[in-house]
């Protein structure tokens, strides 16, 4: 789909494959896998529950983001990886409703073919959706990779990231389309940074709109 936006722009906004189940574990209060291409992750929400004295914020409750690769020990980019998903879950969850509470969200690799950090986005809102958490807006991760001659590459796998020059992440509301969280790593103009906002709230339409079928698809089998 070839799209032309306001700012002048024109892009093809290509995602892989999506696939989502919610409810899988009965312990956690909300889980849900998710999947885009061959990238797939398990989340769980437990809470809100009691928290430690230690851990009390009197005012809201208190989100832990635990991140558990596929084989060893979580390194120093799964840290930034959960702080960026925390972040992102803040600035959507209406964590004053649960005063000095905790909730904690794992986030379990089952295979990481690229644009892990977005499908951790995905998998989460999914899993506070199912858990029944209020939120203010949904939100979900767009990963773009900028190739050396200048392409932008929406969703890109293990060998495009490599092959890039620049990788960006954005977190996008339901709402307003705004950036609620970004992380970025190799070297990029400020035009293409632009593009690349406009690129993922382009690309947000359709994973929200995924976001709607898995849900109508999950509750007319209920019923």
Do not use: W
Not at 11 to 31: M, Y
Not at 77 to 97: D, F, G, I, W
Not at 131 to 142: I, N, Q, T
Not at 169 to 181: G, H, N, P, Y
């Amino acid at each position: 789909m070839e799209v032309c936006s306001s700012d002048g722009f024109n892009f093809n906004v290509t995602l892989r494959e999506f696939g989502c189940e919610q409810s899988l574990l009965s312990r956690p209060d909300g889980s849900s896998s998710f999947i885009q291409g061959d990238t797939s992750v398990l989340a769980a929400v437990y809470g809100p529950a009691e928290v430690k004295v230690s851990k009390e914020i009197y005012d809201r409750a208190t989100l832990e983001v635990v991140i558990q690769t596929k084989v060893g020990l979580p390194s120093v980019k799964e840290r930034s990886q959960e702080q960026c998903v925390r972040e992102t879950c803040e600035a959507s969850l209406l964590s004053s409703l649960h005063p000095r509470s905790s909730l904690t969200l794992i986030l379990q690799v089952l295979h990481n073919d690229g644009s892990l950090l977005s499908c951790f986005l995905n998998a989460a809102c999914m899993a506070f959706m199912d858990a029944g958490l209020p939120m203010s807006c949904l939100f979900c991760g767009v990963t773009c990779a900028i190739a050396m001659d200048g392409q932008v590459i929406t969703d890109p796998t293990a060998t495009q990231e490599k092959e890039s020059r620049a990788l960006l992440t954005f977190a996008i509301d339901s709402t307003e389309q705004k950036v609620l969280m970004s992380s970025t790593k190799g070297s990029f103009s400020v035009h293409e940074l632009q593009e690349c906002i406009a690129i993922s709230q382009k690309a947000s339409e359709k994973i929200f709109q995924f976001y709607r079928e898995s849900v109508q698809r999950r509750y007319s089998k209920t019923l």
